[in-house]
């Protein structure tokens, strides 16, 4: 079928020959994805390439930058022989154990607050200053604290770490607190909850959407709040293994410990994605009902 | 006999956010005989929404007395049931567990409230979707949801908010008929708020007028149409259009009021 044709009779079109329609319309899906992802290859083709290109000839130095295929190796390195601080898998455990902590009690503390100033008026209005003011300080100083205080193993990281993922959590909390529907409300109340029922059935269920987008950027604050914990006094960790790097003006130990927390941070991204569709299964999935 | 629901000279009144007070209802006096179908009708804004409130206990009146069955009425009454002009369905329940909520939060054991539930889903017509959530459904099968999660409880009084005015009107035609199929077998009160007099004439027993707010009943008028009704039929009815015509002089001065006032804030 020409296009003038297809023009004049878009509808006689349509109706005679829905399934080329469709399977043209699949193959041109089909060919745009294959675009963007060699696009994509691209763009990191040309960016490392520049990267170990410049550094190679010299324009760029490579003690203060590292390049790419030094950064590989000292990955290697590390994979096959160990670090200074002993074998990978262990800098790598202690640092997802330290986040992981940290994210779990930040964030439990965060919406058992944020449920309970998001519930009490008087409470909420009592506290809100001291909140705002707590809020507003820079909360990764308080590592160097923990770091005095706690000691230099486990629980100074996880205390820096959850204090920053509680801030974040206990917001939306309580933000998703205050935005649930008051006619929810009203129609729980009539068909007669009780306060407890309230709470866990409507409050809670009704905020958690908005406690989930929270948990994505939490996490990354725990990685934060641990590494950072590291960098002010560990023994073991990958923030202690940039810090053994950085000391050693080792740029390349520096980059590599980077791309380990990427690595970590991603694996980690897609497992919250995967929890929040469980616990907000109820709502309309944008991706799934897109007609095509 | 004690009417079912009587208000006597009640008045509403609310804070602003500005700190002004605004007065939504001035001495309202109504009263509704149990197992009466009742219909308010008013221009938008009047306080109609508001009346229910105080009756189901949701909101206390400023003045006045509001009693159900002869008695005051303090918090929300457990004879109460409600049904809201937006969806109030509980997006993260599946219709099954939406209508076994009333039950399960009035002391049944979960069997008991399923099983219950199951029979009012049937009855409304939503065998086969009790696992579907609300965001699955049409709004007209969500209003299904709300009525069988709001009959469940054999409410006395039944209460509702312009539930159908969201829906298009072959489906409200349809809706109207199975409410009055569902009110027949109870024997509750219902007090239906609407903007529609039409609407109101073809469900209801009687219509209030309310005037334009601050509420106060400016009518009260006797629908003698002989029941059963069917809403899509009724209104071709002589009677019908006599009836109409009577309460449509009494609505339509509180209508132009309305509009006037909306005029001038729209135009300040």
Redesign the interface.
């Known amino acids: 079928m020409s296009v003038r044709s297809g023009l004049a009779l878009p509808e006689a079109g349509a109706a005679v020959a829905p399934e080329r329609v469709s399977s043209r319309r699949v193959e041109a899906a089909r060919r745009r994805r294959l675009t963007v992802q060699g696009l994509r290859l691209l763009v990191l083709v040309v960016w490392l390439g520049s990267w170990e290109l410049t550094t190679r000839i010299g324009i760029v130095d490579k003690f203060f930058f590292g390049m790419p295929s030094g950064i590989v190796q000292r990955l290697w390195t590390w994979i096959s022989e160990g670090t200074a601080l002993g074998p990978l898998w262990e800098q790598v455990a202690v640092t997802m154990e330290e986040t992981v902590l940290g994210f779990l009690v930040g964030s439990v503390l965060g919406i058992i607050f944020g449920v309970a100033l998001g519930r009490n008026r008087l409470l909420a209005d009592v506290l809100s200053p001291y909140i705002k003011a707590a809020n507003s300080i820079p909360r990764v100083v308080l590592g160097a604290l923990f770091a005095i205080s706690l000691g230099l193993d486990l629980k100074s990281k996880v205390a820096t770490a959850s204090i920053l993922v509680f801030f974040v959590v206990f917001f939306n909390a309580f933000q998703g607190v205050r935005e649930v529907d008051r006619n929810l409300v009203a129609n729980a109340r009539i068909l007669g909850a009780d306060n407890r029922r309230l709470t866990t059935e409507i409050i809670i269920p009704s905020a958690l959407s908005w406690i989930a987008a929270s948990l994505h950027i939490s996490f990354g604050l725990a990685l934060v709040g641990a590494v950072v914990g590291e960098l002010f006094g560990a023994t073991q960790g990958v923030g202690e293994l940039i810090y053994y790097a950085k000391n050693n003006f080792d740029a390349n130990g520096v980059f590599a410990g980077m791309a380990l927390l990427a690595v970590v941070a991603l694996v980690a991204e897609s497992l919250i994605t995967a929890l929040e569709n469980r616990l907000i299964k109820w709502r309309p999935n944008p991706v799934t009902d897109v007609a095509i | 006999m004690a009417p079912a629901i009587e208000l006597r000279n009640v008045t509403k009144r609310f804070l602003t956010p500005k700190g002004g007070v605004y007065t939504a209802i001035r001495d309202l006096s109504l009263s509704v005989a149990p197992g009466e179908f009742c219909a308010l009708v008013g221009p938008t804004g009047s306080g109609k929404s508001t009346t229910l409130a105080l009756i189901?206990g949701?909101e206390p009146p400023s003045e006045g007395e509001v009693e159900v069955f002869g008695k005051p009425v303090e918090g929300?009454g457990?004879n109460?049931?409600?049904v809201?002009q937006?969806?109030?369905?509980?997006?993260?329940?599946s219709v099954l567990d939406n209508v076994a909520?009333?039950p399960r939060?009035?002391g049944a054991s979960a069997r008991e409230a399923r099983e219950r539930a199951h029979d009012w889903i049937a009855r409304v017509g939503l065998a086969g979707f009790e696992d579907r959530?609300?965001?699955?459904l049409s709004g007209g099968m969500r209003k299904r949801v709300a009525l069988a999660?709001?009959l469940i409880?054999s409410p006395e009084i039944l209460l509702m908010d312009e539930p159908f005015s969201a829906l298009d009107v072959q489906t409200r035609t349809l809706m109207e008929n199975e409410l009055l199929e569902l009110w027949a077998a109870s024997s509750a009160s219902v007090v239906f708020v609407t903007h529609d007099l039409e609407e109101a004439i073809a469900l209801a027993d009687r219509v209030f007028v309310l005037t334009a707010g601050p509420a106060t009943v400016k009518g009260d008028y006797k629908v003698d149409l002989p029941r059963p009704r069917d809403v899509a039929e009724i209104r071709f009815q002589p009677r019908f259009d006599a009836i109409y015509q009577e309460i449509w002089r009494d609505l339509r001065d509180e209508v132009l009021v309305s509009y006037e006032r909306q005029k001038r804030i729209g135009a300040a």
């Open positions: 189901s949701l929300v457990r109460i049931g409600y809201f937006a969806d109030a369905v509980f997006p993260w329940k909520a009333g939060y009035r959530y609300p965001h699955q999660q709001t409880n």
